[in-house]
């Protein structure tokens, strides 16, 4: 297992390089080309660009997240083929510069969901949250006009402007999909790409939706153990495989992470591991924020997710994922340097501990 962090590019992230390989133990980044759009081919320079910059500072690109997939693929219009054709240019450029890790998530129109970006907490951090009876009460319009005033004038992934400025028109071309269409469409994306994968040992790694359930009657598939294990055994092909996000996941109680991580063995290339803390798990009032990685802070036991996927043989990188914003930083929410620093150096010392507890000598 390496541990990595995620990096936006030094044009859009307020952490820069420097700072993260000064992180003990943290060798690798998760980046990605921010400022492309779905559908575009990534060239090989501009891949090759991004590698020299992170390589200088004594990091590698441990994986891309993301490449992000177009709408024309999620909904199956015409056009998908074209975008997929340039998708496949896209890995064998990244396969070309030898990077073999890609994640991407399949959501339709939004990525994930929070009502609040910066909740303040008993000790004076703030954190992402989500509450149920927020989001039935608003329309997606007005949504994404307060996300993009709570967002500090920095760009949230998924979130961007540009595709918040025609949410309608995204809303329509949903509107025949449901979750069997939606689920075609990602086999049929899948299996195109597959090829190319096989050819340059590009492994697939798809994120989960988040929160893992539909929002504004959206269909979401990728949310449950056996959601994922129909798209693992759909398209059964190792490069076929899926990013363990125990933040998504965890958000649906239903989910037994322990269980979920065992399930998927061998088919888990990438981890994000962080936890949540729930206040109200009713139907009508379902609420909960973001916590300190710690397991005590949150609901979420990351010592037995950190042995679950060390068990099971991943060997793949994991990272620190969202962050609550402390001593004083201003950053992307979720994405500040500070507490995804503690957050990695604890789910290192977690690691120490199971690995030398272990009967293994790896
Ligand atoms: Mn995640």
């Avoid at 609040?116 to 000790?123: G, I, S, T, V, Y």
């Avoid at 359930?213 to 759909?234: D, K, Q, Y």
């Amino acid at each position: 297992m390496e541990m990595t962090l995620r990096w936006y590019g030094s044009e859009f992230d307020t952490v820069t390089l420097k700072q993260i390989r000064q992180i003990p133990g943290v060798t690798g980044v998760i980046t990605t080309l921010y400022d492309t759009t779905p559908g575009e081919v990534w060239s090989q320079e501009a891949i090759h660009a991004l590698k020299e910059e992170v390589e200088a500072a004594g990091l590698h690109i441990a994986g891309i997240e993301s490449v992000n997939v177009s709408d024309a693929i999620k909904v199956g219009a015409p056009e998908r083929d074209q975008d997929i054709a340039n998708y496949i240019k896209t890995l064998e450029n990244l396969g070309k510069e030898d990077i073999h890790l890609v994640c991407y998530n399949f959501m339709p129109v939004f990525d994930w969901t929070r009502t609040e970006l910066a909740r303040e907490k008993a000790d004076g951090s703030t954190v992402l949250a989500y509450n149920q009876k927020t989001i039935d009460m608003i329309d997606p319009d007005d949504f994404a006009a307060s996300i993009e005033r709570m967002s500090h004038g920095t760009i949230l992934p998924g979130w961007e402007p540009e595709r918040m400025a025609k949410v309608k028109s995204l809303f329509d071309l949903y509107r025949d999909i449901d979750e069997d269409k939606l689920f075609a469409n990602l086999v049929y994306f899948l299996k195109a790409i597959m090829p190319v994968c096989q050819k340059y040992d590009i492994k697939m790694a798809i994120h989960p939706d988040d929160p893992a359930w539909s929002v504004f009657g959206l269909p979401r598939i990728i949310t449950t153990e056996e959601g994922i294990l129909r798209l693992m055994n759909a398209v059964d092909d190792v490069h076929n495989g899926v990013t363990f996000c125990s933040g998504s996941y965890g958000t649906n109680r239903n989910n037994d992470l322990v269980h979920m991580i065992h399930a998927l063995k061998g088919r888990i290339h990438f981890a994000h591991v962080r936890n949540l803390k729930f206040n109200d798990l009713s139907a009508e009032n379902y609420d909960f924020e973001e916590a300190a990685h710690l397991s005590r802070d949150g609901d979420f036991d990351l010592y037995a997710i950190m042995k679950a996927l060390y068990d099971t043989g991943f060997k793949g990188p994991v990272r620190p994922d969202h962050g609550r914003m402390i001593w004083g930083e201003e950053a992307m929410p979720g994405y500040g340097l500070y507490d995804r620093a503690l957050g990695a150096t604890y789910l290192n010392g977690l690691l120490e501990a199971i690995i030398k507890s272990s009967q293994r000598d790896d």
